[in-house]
């Protein structure tokens, strides 16, 4: 089975993030096709049409390694019971210039956790309507609806003992998924 590189795209700046170290542990649970490789979104300027076509570095860069991915992982906090805004400027970043979007076709998931108690569901879905406008096939499921409590994570970093087996299905039907939309 050849590799399957993932852009896993993390909603959250903050150092300390539940999202990033949800990603962090959906790594080492990954089945081998599975390649995790975080794109930071950090260095993104705002999305100024103005600028299509004279990107700054950090775009340039950063619609490079969507390009190179053969899927996207998103993984993200719900702010507002919507996605964070640093990370609709990271699609809006990839989406443009007209025409040249790096998201086209390429096969998603998306997952999430935040300390309310619907964990995430409600920025999973507005993403969910972005991710359909642009084209990109989203697994439907399972849904992933996680709240940061004690025990989701082990003290070595992985996902915690009660929630492996989920966590390790969701990463077989991405896998499959993914699977789909390779050349
Ligand atoms: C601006 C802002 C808006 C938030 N809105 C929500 C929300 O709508 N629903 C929710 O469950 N949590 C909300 N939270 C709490 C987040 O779940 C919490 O800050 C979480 O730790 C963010 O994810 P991170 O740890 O990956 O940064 C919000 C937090 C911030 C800073």
Do not use: C
């Amino acid at each position: 089975m050849s590799q399957i590189k993932v852009a896993v795209i993390v909603g959250s700046l903050r150092k300390n993030s539940f999202n990033r170290r949800l990603a962090q542990a959906l790594a080492l649970l990954a089945p081998k096709p599975l390649v995790f490789e975080e794109v930071s979104i950090a260095e993104l300027p705002l999305y100024d049409q103005d600028a299509d076509g004279n990107e700054a570095e950090p775009v340039k860069r950063f619609r490079i390694q969507i390009q190179e991915a053969q899927a996207v992982l998103f993984v993200t906090p719900e702010y507002n019971r919507s996605i964070p805004g640093v990370l609709k400027n990271a699609l809006d970043q990839g989406s443009r210039p007209y025409g040249k979007s790096v998201w086209t076709g390429k096969p998603a998931a998306v997952i999430g956790v935040s300390v309310g108690a619907i964990g995430t569901a409600l920025a999973q879905q507005h993403l969910r309507n972005v991710l359909a406008y642009l084209d990109m096939p989203t697994l439907g499921q399972p849904e992933i609806f996680l709240q940061a409590k004690d025990g989701l994570f082990a003290d070595d970093g992985q996902i915690g003992a009660g929630s492996r087996d989920f966590m390790a299905g969701f990463l077989q039907q991405f896998t499959a998924w993914a699977q789909l939309y390779q050349p």
